[in-house]
C-alpha cells in the first residue's frame, strides 16, 4: 500500500468529548470516526486492525473446532419470549417492529437464535459436540455510552456457543475455549489475566473473563502474587479477617455523635479505629402477585465492616434475595428502625428484619454501631449479650488489598482491567427454556448442555490502546497494527534516488509477505514521522539522499525509539527479523 493510494488522515487535536486515551487516539489517528452517541465510523486505518484481530480469532477458533456461521442482527420476539428475556433485558435490548406490527430486536447477543438452530439442526448425540460461532454487529442501547469504543452502542463482537450431551463433555469445551482465547490474546500481543467471574445476566454456572491490565480499567481485578488465584471483585471471595469472636470487655453505651453520620465521622469522633465501626445498609425484598402488584416487603438490615464496602453481586446470591432486591425506602426504614438513615443498627428495632452479617462482622467484639436515634450511637456492642445472633453469615463485602488469599498462599491485590473476552457455562438454561433436545445414545431426548464465549474484537482495539501508548500516540502490539512497517522517503519528490530505493525496498518487503506501507506523500519529515508515530506502526525505515550516498538508511522501532543505521543491502533481512522476534 501507498500513502498516496489511501485514506490517510489525521488530527493534532482530539474532540473536546473524547474521555480517554484510547479514544482521543483513534480519533486523531483516523481509525474511526463519530456518527452518533457510542456509534462509529470505522475508517480503513482503523479497520485493517480490526481485520487482524478477527483473523487471528477465526484462525484459533478454527483450530480449536469451532465452526464460522452467521445469525441475523434483527431478530423477532418470538424467541426471545420463550427465554422470557424479552421482558428481562431491559431498555438495552433495542426493540423495533417491522411494517406489519411484528416485535424485534437487534441482536445484543445470540443465545435464543443459536438455541433454535440447534432444535432444529442437532437431532442425535452422534452429532455432538457442536461449537458454533460469527462475528457480527452488535447494539445494546446503553444509557451513557462513553470512552469510544470501549462502551459503545453498537460494536464488533465474537461470539461462540457449544453444544453437548452432558456435564463432562461440555467442561471439555469449556475448557478448549478458555484455552484457544488464551493463544488468541496471547498471540495479539497483550498483557491480560483470565479472572474468575460472576455470570451476570447471562446465566450459567462457571465463568471466566480475560481482562487486559490497564490503569484506565472500570473493572478491579483481584489476584495473589504468590498463587494463581484471580478474580473479579464482585466475585473474589473475602475471608473473615477475624480468627474467631473476642469475649466482651466493655459495657454497651448510648454515645452521642451530633450530626455524624458516618462510620469515618464516629471513629474521628470517639479517636478510634474505623475498624471499630459497623456500617448498616438497608433493603428490602418484594413479592409479587401475577400482574406485578408488590403483595409483601421483607427489610433486610445488612452489616459491613465501617472501612468496607457493600458487593451486591454477593448479596444477589443469598437466600431471600436471590430474585432481586433494592434499597429500602426512607419510608420503610423509618417503620421498621424508628430513625432516619445515618444513626441506624442492629439494636433497638422497632419491627423485626433479617439481619445479615458479613462474616468479619460476625466475628466482631465490643464495636460501634448506630443507635437507631438520631446524634447517637452505641459503643461496646456484642453479639449475644446486646443483640440476637445474625440470621445470616455470609460473604458480603468487596475484598480490599492485603486480605488473605482464599487459597491460603499469600494475600491480594487489585488492579484495573478491561474486559475483552467471557466464557460461560451455561448448563440447560437456554435448551429447556427452549425445549432444545437431543437423542442421547438410550434413545430418550434430553436437553443440550450449552456453553457461551465472547469476544469483543473493537474493544480490544480500545484496550491496546489503553496499555500500549505514549505522549506521541499508539504503540501498537505488532500482531494488530495496520502496518507492520512504513517506509519514509525524505525528500520524495526531489530524489530519484531516494524514490528508487524506497519502491526497490518496498517490493522486497511485500514479497516476503510483510504488512508495508510506503510513504510517498512528499511531506516534511517531521509531518511524515509525526503521523506515524500518532498511528502507531511498530517498525519505520527513512530513506534519505544523504544517506544514500554511504549506502545507509535508518531504522527505528515505535516501542523504544531506537535508531538504528543499516545497509541498503541487509535492511529487508532485518527489518524481517526484527518481526519474527
Not at 488522515?9 to 479514544?23: G, I, M, R
Not at 520524495?492 to 514479497?511: H, I, M, P
Request: hydrophobic share 40%; glycine share 10%; proline share 4%.
Amino acid at each position: 500500500m501507498r500513502a498516496s493510494q489511501f485514506h490517510l488522515f489525521t488530527l493534532k487535536e482530539a474532540p473536546s468529548d473524547a474521555e480517554v486515551v484510547s479514544q482521543k487516539l483513534m480519533l486523531r489517528a483516523g481509525m474511526i470516526r463519530k456518527v452518533a452517541a457510542g456509534i462509529y465510523n470505522y475508517m480503513p486505518m482503523g479497520l485493517r486492525s480490526i481485520r487482524k484481530v478477527e483473523a487471528i480469532i477465526r484462525d484459533e477458533l478454527d483450530r480449536a473446532g469451532a465452526m464460522e456461521l452467521t445469525m441475523p442482527l434483527v431478530q423477532p420476539a418470538e424467541l426471545w419470549q420463550e427465554t422470557g428475556r424479552w421482558d428481562k433485558m431491559g431498555p438495552e435490548m433495542l426493540r423495533i417492529k417491522d411494517r406489519h406490527d411484528r416485535d424485534f430486536a437487534l441482536q445484543p447477543t445470540s443465545e435464543e437464535v443459536v438455541t433454535d438452530i440447534a432444535r432444529q439442526e442437532l437431532k442425535s448425540y452422534r452429532q455432538l459436540p457442536k461449537n458454533f460461532y460469527q462475528i457480527q454487529t452488535k447494539f445494546r442501547d446503553e444509557r451513557r455510552p462513553r470512552f469510544g469504543v470501549m462502551r459503545g452502542r453498537e460494536f464488533l463482537m465474537k461470539d461462540g456457543y457449544s453444544f453437548d450431551r452432558d456435564v463432562d463433555a461440555a467442561g471439555r469445551s469449556y475448557d478448549a475455549m478458555y484455552a484457544a482465547y488464551g493463544r488468541i490474546f496471547d498471540r495479539i500481543g497483550l498483557e491480560y489475566r483470565a479472572v474468575a467471574a460472576d455470570t451476570g445476566a447471562i446465566g450459567g454456572d462457571r465463568s471466566h473473563e480475560f481482562q487486559v491490565i490497564a490503569e484506565t480499567g472500570e473493572d478491579a481485578i483481584v489476584y495473589c502474587p504468590d498463587s494463581d488465584y484471580a478474580a473479579n471483585i464482585e466475585l473474589a471471595e473475602a475471608l473473615a479477617l477475624l480468627p474467631g469472636r473476642s469475649a466482651a470487655t466493655t459495657a454497651l453505651v448510648k454515645t452521642p455523635t451530633p450530626g455524624k453520620s458516618t462510620c469515618g465521622e464516629v471513629a474521628e469522633l470517639l479517636s478510634v479505629p474505623l475498624q471499630t465501626t459497623v456500617k448498616s445498609l438497608v433493603l428490602a425484598s418484594d413479592e409479587t402477585d401475577e400482574d406485578g402488584k408488590i403483595i409483601k416487603s421483607t427489610v433486610w438490615l445488612l452489616l459491613v465492616r465501617g472501612d468496607h464496602e457493600l458487593n451486591e453481586v454477593k448479596t444477589g446470591k443469598i437466600d431471600g434475595l436471590k430474585a432481586g432486591f433494592r434499597f429500602a425506602t426512607e419510608a420503610e426504614i423509618i417503620e421498621h428502625f424508628g430513625c432516619k438513615p445515618g444513626y441506624l443498627g442492629p439494636i433497638g428495632l422497632k419491627k423485626p428484619v433479617r439481619i445479615i452479617a458479613d462474616r468479619t462482622v460476625a466475628n466482631m467484639a465490643d464495636f460501634i454501631c448506630g443507635a437507631n436515634d438520631e446524634g447517637f450511637h452505641y459503643t461496646g456492642a456484642n453479639w449475644g449479650r446486646d443483640l440476637p445472633e445474625p440470621d445470616v453469615v455470609a460473604d458480603i463485602r468487596n475484598v480490599v488489598e492485603g486480605d488473605p488469599s482464599p487459597d491460603g498462599r499469600g494475600v491480594l491485590a487489585i488492579q484495573r482491567g478491561i474486559e475483552v473476552g467471557h466464557v460461560f457455562y451455561l448448563g440447560t438454561k437456554y435448551s429447556q427454556a427452549m425445549n432444545a433436545t437431543f437423542l442421547d445414545v438410550d434413545g430418550k431426548p434430553k436437553h443440550f448442555e450449552m456453553g457461551c464465549y465472547g469476544i469483543g474484537v473493537t474493544r480490544i482495539l480500545g484496550a491496546a490502546i489503553e496499555q500500549n501508548h505514549d505522549e506521541r500516540g499508539i504503540i501498537w502490539p505488532a500482531a494488530i497494527a495496520p502496518f507492520e512497517v512504513v517506509i519514509c522517503g525524505v525528500g520524495w519528490g526531489k530524489s530519484e534516488a531516494v524514490r528508487d530505493e524506497a519502491n526497490r525496498l518496498y517490493d522486497t518487503l511485500v514479497k516476503a509477505g510483510i504488512d508495508v506501507i510506503l510513504d510517498d506523500r512528499d511531506e516534511r519529515p517531521g509531518v511524515m514521522f509525526a503521523d506515524w508515530e500518532l498511528i502507531g506502526v511498530p517498525h519505520r525505515i527513512t530513506i534519505g539522499d544523504r544517506g544514500l550516498k554511504e549506502g545507509i538508511i535508518e531504522y527505528q522501532a515505535r516501542r523504544d525509539g531506537e535508531q538504528i543505521k543499516l545497509s541498503t543491502v541487509d535492511a529487508a533481512s532485518f527489518v524481517a527479523s526484527r518481526l519474527r522476534g
